[in-house]
């Protein structure tokens, strides 16, 4: 396999829903010789250790630049400065390593051969591009899924920070699969290099994306896996590489209140909350996290956020999804619009989307927009985020790695 990620296309104004599969990446070095795919490129020579020597891979794809320049730094001490510089915005800007096949080694510059792999699995390699999965133990070994979402003139891509959850809430389907492990900051920003290069965006020669947001909002809760998201966030967000706006890309977290304030102090990302009920009482059934962290310091963290956050993501979006009979009256509508009174916020409202097993019904659309209406007369910005990509399984809270939906299909 060529690349690093095969996309699957699905027919009709759909979501697209991507399956990463990641390919091993590495460099192998002897004193004179850069080997690559493509065979030996000779340079000059690097005092290093012998190519036989076992080093443990260092992943290149997600690493923020000052840690990738420390790398060459220590492993390459003769390579100039301006390299390594060339070498990132080649990697995040030029060439897309999600994209490079073996035939193409030829007519790539020297800073992309450096970063090409050899298949002989009994040499070790220093540096990889993409994560090695079969050296995982076969329980960790899954797919990795995000999903572009069309609007009409830009897309939004929906990634994934974990595969599986922990968090069990009882509405969402990719609660219903246990957490398998935290993705890599690599295969973070995996996901967006190869969702710009299905819609034709990797390239800073092109003027205008149309691969506009990012969200995190796939499988997973971000901030338990808040190390590697802050890397893939700074590799997606430096001016020399992807270059995304920082306020382009939305965190949402369920609500883990010691973190949130950092996603401003931080990274000046943009906040999203997943509340989906006005009450400690009901939120406890719905979602367990909140017997951790209640509303109330939920909503500190909220306020904290906003202290800290610029003009362009100081308002914060609080997810609600509608639940036929459960979180839909006017009564709790009113609840909602107590507690958000306070704060910059926008609601959205979101039509529950059914999954094989589930309990809960969506509302009637008299509810949801009913229910719309009385925030919007309390002052609360609201609108409702009507489903795309249920058909595929690709719609809010659907998320569900692939193969076990097949597996759990034919069993």
Not at 233 to 241: A, D, S, V
Not at 295 to 310: N, T
Request: with cysteine; aromatic share 8%; proline share 7%.
């Amino acid at each position: 396999m060529n690349t690093i990620f095969r996309a699957h296309h699905f027919k009709g104004a759909s979501p697209t829903r991507l399956v990463p599969h990641f390919t091993r990446f590495t460099v192998i070095r002897t004193p004179s010789t850069w080997y690559s795919t493509g065979g030996p490129h000779t340079v000059a020579p690097i005092p290093s250790k012998t190519a036989t020597q076992t080093v443990a891979p260092i992943e290149l794809l997600g690493l923020p630049f000052p840690e990738f320049e420390k790398v060459f730094e220590n492993e390459f001490p003769e390579l100039p400065k301006y390299r390594t510089r060339q070498l990132w915005f080649d990697l995040y800007a030029h060439v897309n390593p999600c994209a490079i096949h073996t035939r193409q080694v030829s007519a790539l510059d020297k800073s992309i051969k450096l970063l090409l792999a050899l298949k002989h699995r009994d040499i070790k390699g220093n540096l990889l591009l993409g994560p090695e999965e079969s050296q995982r133990p076969e329980a960790e070994q899954a797919k990795v899924e995000a999903v572009i979402i069309p609007e009409r003139t830009w897309r939004t891509l929906c990634v994934s920070s974990q595969i599986g959850c922990s968090l069990a809430c009882s509405f969402c389907h990719t609660g219903t699969q246990k957490l398998l492990r935290n993705l890599t900051s690599g295969e973070i920003v995996g996901q967006v290099m190869v969702a710009l290069q299905n819609v034709g965006d990797f390239s800073r020669a092109i003027p205008e994306r149309t691969l506009k947001n990012i969200v995190f909002m796939g499988q997973g809760e971000p901030l338990y896996n808040y190390r590697n998201v802050r890397r893939a966030i700074r590799t997606l967000t430096h001016p020399e590489g992807l270059a995304y706006p920082s306020h382009r890309i939305t965190v949402s977290t369920s609500g883990i209140a010691p973190l949130i304030p950092k996603l401003a102090t931080e990274l000046q990302v943009t906040l999203a909350i997943s509340l989906h009920a006005p009450t400690d009482q009901l939120r406890n059934q719905l979602m367990p996290i909140n017997k951790t962290y209640p509303i109330r310091p939920l909503l500190e963290a909220c306020e904290e956020f906003s202290k800290h956050a610029g003009s362009k993501n100081r308002r914060i979006t609080f997810e609600y999804v509608m639940l036929k009979g459960v979180n839909d009256s006017i009564d709790q509508a009113t609840q909602l619009t107590r507690l958000l009174t306070h704060l910059d916020a926008h609601v959205n409202l979101i039509p529950f989307n059914p999954w094989p097993g589930s309990t809960f019904e969506c509302s009637s659309t008299h509810h949801i927009q009913a229910f719309a209406e009385k925030l919007k007369n309390s002052g609360i910005h609201a609108t409702v985020r009507w489903s795309k990509g249920s058909d595929i399984l690709a719609a809010c809270g659907q998320l569900r790695s692939n193969e076990l939906l097949k597996s759990r299909s034919t069993a």
